[in-house]
């Protein structure tokens, strides 16, 4: 198989995960409506995390991630996170400004975070993203470098891409809409939040 071919297939692979809804999709409209580069830092923070989990991965430590006890810390730790994050959108929405630029928090941090407090971002990593990587190496590490920057830039650009259509809604649409999008996009991560944390401890009845 061409090289170029794999990177293909890993591409619509990646897309797969990338273009779920999830935390980071929810966050990342959310910070949209105060600049439209906000997801462009969330991949930013992702990738900070996500590179030294591939690089990882690749140096044969991927095995930690499938143990029982790590994902469960790991989800329970993710939903408190994402069930603050949640309650601290709702707080926000009577204070939305549609011309306001800032944030309370930066977008590279929560995207740092969240893929932190993610388990399902790590077991997809453990499972289908250490195939795609061990396939990457029968290409040499010129492969596995491209691997890993392809597969980035599927972040990069879906959140870019999410950031700048929600501002773009927020000022068209005016401060109402940007009050619509925060608490659609908190009742997600609520919703995150309570299924990491079920999740973690659901195990403990069954």
Request: net charge positive; with cysteine.
């Amino acid at each position: 198989m061409p090289l170029l071919t794999f990177l293909f297939e890993a591409v619509l692979i990646s897309l797969s995960g990338v273009l779920a809804p999830g935390p980071i999709t929810a966050t990342t409209v959310e910070k949209g409506n105060k600049s439209p580069h906000a997801g462009a830092f969330v991949a930013i923070g992702h990738g900070i995390v996500e590179f030294p989990l591939i690089i990882s991965i690749f140096y044969g430590f991927g095995y930690l991630l499938k143990l029982n006890y790590v994902k469960e810390v790991i989800a329970f730790m993710g939903g408190l996170f994402l069930l603050f994050m949640g309650i601290s959108m709702f707080r926000s929405i009577k204070q939305i400004n549609v011309n306001s630029k800032k944030s309370t928090h930066l977008p590279i941090i929560d995207g740092i975070l969240l893929s932190l407090g993610n388990p399902y971002f790590l077991i997809w990593w453990a499972t289908v993203g250490a195939t795609l990587i061990f396939r990457s190496i029968s290409f040499g590490m010129l492969g596995f470098l491209f691997f890993m920057l392809f597969h980035w830039l599927c972040d990069f650009f879906w959140c870019y891409f999410l950031s700048i259509l929600s501002f773009s809604g927020g000022q068209y649409f005016g401060k109402k809409f940007q009050k619509i999008v925060s608490a659609i996009c908190g009742v997600f991560l609520l919703f995150f939040g309570g299924k990491f944390i079920y999740d973690s401890i659901k195990v403990f009845f069954i």
